[in-house]
């Protein structure tokens, strides 16, 4: 019987990365590859796709940018385990060319999250009702730090999107949060205290309705508190004039 013949090795680098995204799909689509699997090594892959190590990396660069694969330092490559996170560079290069307003992000936000929350308070696991719990404590212990805040608040509503269920769902708000995220931190620190103390009681608001199984109370809490929020940050943003001029002030003096 003849021995089977290695791979050619692909080393033009001309669709190599494709083929390397083609292959981690079928491995996926056979179920090779599960949730939480680390991928083989990049000279295996290398061996068994037939292409450089070089193209293995590009490949492997493309599926992270999907949310496919997440590599972990000294560790190796691996699918990634729980919601799936879209990448936000797309939405976020679409948001500087179309302008994206602040009222459109909350328009979409309320979209997304206010049935999100529904679906939450009918679903949510014990596991999860506990973590949403953490991030209220801690949204009412960092009143005084409006950006560790923000990290917090994030973190709630990243754990309402996936506690309603739908790892489609989850993604899209996922990637909404990050570009929300980025623009929200540079006006972070003029949010005044009261505001703080009043967005931390509307997401202890939305917590009780999800863990009381309410899923109208749920959703209507979860739309007064977005409906507030870009009123908040509609102040934040008023006030950046003054602020800067004062920095200007500061620095002449």
């Given at each position: 019987m003849a021995s089977a013949r290695p791979p050619v090795m692909n080393m033009s680098g001309e669709g190599s990365a494709d083929q390397v995204v083609a292959h981690v799909r079928s491995l996926i689509e056979r179920g090779t590859l599960r949730r939480g699997d680390r991928l083989p090594a990049e000279r295996d892959l290398a061996s068994q796709i037939g292409v450089s190590r070089p193209s293995v990396r590009a490949?492997?660069?493309?599926?992270?940018?999907?949310?496919?694969?997440?590599?972990?330092?000294?560790?190796?490559?691996?699918?990634?385990d729980g919601p799936p996170a879209l990448a936000p560079e797309p939405l976020s290069f679409l948001a500087a060319l179309h302008g994206f307003s602040r009222d459109e992000m909350y328009e979409a936000r309320r979209v997304l999250e206010i049935a999100a929350a529904g679906m939450a308070a009918e679903r949510a696991t014990p596991e999860q009702l506990a973590a949403m719990a953490d991030e209220v404590t801690s949204l009412f212990a960092l009143m005084n730090d409006p950006q560790a805040f923000l990290v917090h608040d994030v973190g709630f509503h990243r754990g309402v999107a996936a506690s309603s269920g739908n790892p489609i769902l989850a993604a899209l708000i996922e990637m909404v949060s990050a570009l929300y995220y980025e623009r929200r931190r540079t006006t972070a620190a003029r949010a005044a205290n009261r505001d703080l103390h009043a967005a931390a009681e509307a997401h202890r608001r939305i917590y009780r309705a999800i863990r009381a199984h309410d899923a109208e109370a749920a959703r209507r809490a979860m739309h007064d508190h977005l409906v507030e929020a870009s009123r908040y940050q509609a102040q934040e943003m008023a006030s950046a004039p003054s602020a800067v001029r004062a920095r200007r002030r500061r620095a002449a003096s």
């Open positions: 490949g492997l660069h493309a599926l992270a940018a999907m949310g496919v694969v997440r590599s972990r330092h000294g560790s190796g490559t691996f699918i990634p």
